[in-house]
């Protein structure tokens, strides 16, 4: 079974931290996506990496980044964390081909305070 | 513009009473259409990936099907564990990019 576990969930942070959310997947897959997901929004994607050292924006990039030293793992970091950064967080994983199905992890609920 | 709806926005079912969820999408060139079950506070659980028209994939009670501009999440005979939001997911061929609707949040009574 594909597992993506995600470092925490549930953070709280303060306006203007430094916060790093940790991504990590057991299967070997290329791709890795940030989303965040918000009541009626549904999900949005952040950034994408498709390889190591390789990312791609998504639709809501601002006010992030991503780091992806290591093929298993994928970082997203909020440089200054503001309010409505307060979201939940979800990383999913997958590997280019027929199927491409994302396989998720069980989400950070961050709370900027 | 590439979009997926999904409807209704909720449904209460009594245990036992069979329904179905939509999924209407508009993409160019449809690669892969996704079905995930989301319990409150957890990431999706994926579901079904249904790749084209006439395609049908089941699993315990719930049956996906896909036509060229729409898919159904039918549930047959549904229980209180089935209670979720179930979402729907779109990726446009020559693409990375997937695209999710706002879910149906579906409640079942026992």
């Known amino acids: 079974d594909v597992k993506v576990t995600q470092s925490s969930r549930y953070l709280v942070k303060r306006t203007g931290e430094k916060v790093f959310l940790e991504c990590v997947q057991d299967m070997d897959h290329e791709n890795m996506f940030w989303y965040r997901q918000d009541p009626g929004l549904g999900l949005r994607l952040i950034y994408f990496?498709?390889?190591?050292?390789?990312?791609e924006k998504g639709d809501i990039p601002e006010g992030y980044s991503v780091s992806r030293e290591k093929k298993e793992r994928f970082s997203l970091i909020l440089e200054s964390a503001s309010t409505n950064q307060t979201s939940m967080y979800l990383c999913?994983?997958?590997?280019?081909?027929?199927?491409?199905?994302?396989?998720f992890g069980p989400g950070t609920r961050l709370t900027v305070l | 513009e590439d979009q997926v709806t999904q409807s209704p926005e909720a449904l209460r079912l009594q245990e036992g009473e069979s329904s179905s969820l939509n999924c209407s999408y508009t993409v160019s060139g449809l690669r892969g259409l996704f079905w995930y079950r989301q319990d409150p506070g957890k990431g999706p659980e994926f579901l079904f990936t249904?790749?084209?028209a006439g395609e049908e994939k089941e699993k315990e009670r719930l049956k996906a099907t896909l036509t060229k501009k729409e898919s159904f999440l039918h549930i047959t005979a549904p229980k209180p564990e089935d209670s979720a939001t179930y979402l729907c997911?779109?990726?446009?061929?020559?693409?990375?990019?997937?695209?999710f609707g706002a879910g149906t949040r579906l409640f079942v009574k026992a």
């Open positions: 990496s498709y390889d190591v050292k390789m990312k």
């Open positions: 249904l790749y084209s």
């Open positions: 997911a779109v990726q446009e061929g020559g693409g990375f990019k997937t695209i």
């Open positions: 999913a994983s997958s590997t280019p081909g027929g199927s491409d199905t994302q396989y």
